[in-house]
């Protein structure tokens, strides 16, 4: 990833709100942000409701700090900070059955190209992510 293909001005475009406080677009069909056959296996490993809604707790918060990683290192230039972060955000969400996060992740990864809009898209999908994987209570 060449700091040439970045915005200069990406610092002040990106968000560095909490994911929780992006207002995503209402989605067409939530059930396909999901894996729900990972999803349904983590469910069936919780004990009960409240392990389920900690391990999407521990999720929120893990994709909110590597997200604001990612963007602190975009604003750096900084591209092996970059593709680092991608590639924990990419495996937090894989982990946890966010596969339209993933591979949002992924195009952006392999795009090599970060625009402000782009990165808030990913942050939108993960907020829907998140609200999903609250519903499935």
């Keep these: 990833i060449a700091p040439a293909a970045l915005p200069s001005d990406v610092s002040r475009t990106v968000s560095t709100d909490n994911i929780r406080d992006e207002e995503p677009p209402p989605a067409e069909d939530d059930r396909a942000l999901l894996d729900w056959s990972l999803v349904d296996e983590l469910r069936a490993t919780c004990l009960d409701d409240l392990m389920w809604q900690m391990l999407v707790g521990q999720f929120e918060q893990e994709a909110e700090r590597l997200f604001a990683e ?20 990419r495996g937090a969400a894989a982990s946890i059955g966010a596969r339209q996060l993933d591979e949002s992740l992924a195009e952006l990864e392999q795009a090599a190209v970060f625009t402000a809009s782009a990165l808030v898209s990913c942050r939108q999908v993960a907020a829907r992510t998140i609200r999903s994987l609250r519903n499935t209570l």
């Design 70 to 89: 990612l963007e602190l290192a975009i604003a750096d230039q900084d591209m092996q900070a970059v593709a680092a972060a991608l590639h924990r955000v």
